[in-house]
């Protein structure tokens, strides 16, 4: 892993060199994540997951963009730029196909700060040729539009920004700043940056509160959270300004109230997570964002309701959200079916999105309870363990009419799996003066600054099979620093950090922590064990949280689960699969009053698993996120019980 760390250097220099300001000026988030590039995972369970999405899922987006024509409408929109007359070019396909491309390079941004690859980045040099050809000479770029501004796509007008909260122009704009940021981050070029902050300052010139703009907003959200990044980036002023506009007019656009879009209500008065999921989770994420960066706490007031909500009333076991098919949208207050829950991918990355930034504003383990349960869950179900085919909805119960695909019409959901996988080390460590939080489990070694210097220690773990972590410090600043290892909500007998699922058996389990051997106690705070000390290199730290199966049972008032119990351990919720009980309908099963479940490892199934027999019923449990590789069959979640 020598060019890793040679690689990583390099991108520090060059931040460092870089013309953009890099710094945003006042408020920020008062915990800082250790950014991925600082964390060299050695992990067999993300290892694989990260393997795959390298070799398989990016290439195959990269492939994908090229057949379906995404490419081809660059192209087509830079020949009608240079022509003087119509070329008549049909606007079909989805008017945010562009952002299949972008967020795809943006994943491949994220591969090429670990796995520095020439040809990778040089293929990605020839794609931002083609996209560069199709801006428009002032920086407007949405080829949904600009291949035939005569007859652009049917959710498009004429004019720009016209049906903008159905077209799309915003949501592009969102989703290119983000690429664009990963891959000068990654690269230092600035091939994509240029383009994107191109568009970024076309779109403030138009839309504003000023004279002679007009006052516009989003139809989908993710504008703001990527605003706030190039904010965070340049340190110019006006796009945090922007991404503030975009939250506060939220309802005062063209479509006016409505709950699709959260616009239903003025920001202030939001308290319940509505509409279409993707749009609300990035929303709740785009305001946690500019309430971070500009200090206004009465923002963090409306999240925190909104997050109450969700994980009181509108939160799958699994950490999926958006239970209707219609709309793609969350539900009313404890709709939850199973059956036909619609748990889009990318609702369950906005889901992980919005409780990592909840995480960085309160510093409180509950949002990382839920993010640990979407991440390892609602999330990884949504590609193949070879990365190769995708879910867009994941259901929590199917009779066979569900099968993962290597690609759909609307690509969203593996589009957002190739930028959101490699990304996955960020999330496990968050720094904060000389707090030093190891927030997810994974084997890796990382480095980073506490306030009194650098820091640097390695995991050893098998988790999420195995409930032991072996922490070891490499380095530590000679004042010490406060070690807190987050205790998750599992071993602490809490399914979720609400009412809306509880344990429903007598299993109790523990955790011990000891310190070079020595065993220490220590109360938790906000859920963290806390080790502060002057730490020596070479010191040890082992957290051993039991591991057993549990049986969980839903709040009464979620119809769909009434008289059914799920079973998981760690992490990981079970279900119930076709090919692995030939001898029963699973979705029929009835599990006794206290059914006896036992583990056993079954490395040569399922690329490594844990399976669970439910021994009194015969009935063999694999990991809910390694459904569906067997054929399209029945699968149940929530198992009913005599
Ligand atoms: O509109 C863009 C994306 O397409 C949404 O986030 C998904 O739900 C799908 O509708
Ligand atoms: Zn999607």
Redesign the pocket.
Known sequence: MKSYIKYAALAIALAAICSCASKNKGHDYPYTPVAFTSVEVSDAFWGQRLKASREVTIPLAFSKCEETGRYENFVQAAQQMASSENLGFRVGGLP?DDTDVYKTIEGASYILQTYPDPKLEAYIDSVLVIVAAAQEPDGYLYTARTRNPERPHSWASKERWGQIEDS?EL?DLGHMLEGAIAHYKATGKRNFLDIAIKYADCVCREIGPGEGQQVKVPG?QIAEMALAKLYVLTGDQKYLDEAKFFIDMRGHGEKGAEEYRQSHVPVMEQDEAVG?A??AEYFYSGIADVAALTGQTDYIQVIDKIWDNIADKKLYLTGGVGARRSG?AFGDNYELPNLTSYC?T?AAIGNVYFNYRMFLLHGDSKYYDVLERSLYNGVISGVSLDGGTFFYPNPLESDGRHQRQDWFG?A?CPSNICRFIPSVPGYVYAVKDNDLYVNLYMANTMHDNVKNGHVSVSVETNYPWDGKVRLVVNEAPKKGFNLKLRIPGWVRGEVVPSDLYEFDDDVELGYKVSLNGQEINADLDKGYFCIDRKWAPGDVVVLDMDMEPRLVKANDKVEADRGRVAVERGPIVYCAEWPDNPDVKVREVVLSDSPKLAVRENKGKLYGIDEILVQDSGLTLIPYYAWNHRGAGDMIVWMKQE
Do not use: L, M
Request: with cysteine; hydrophobic share 15%; charged share 25%.
């Open positions: 945010f799309h949501y989908h279409h993707v749009r793609e889009e990318c609307c969203c």
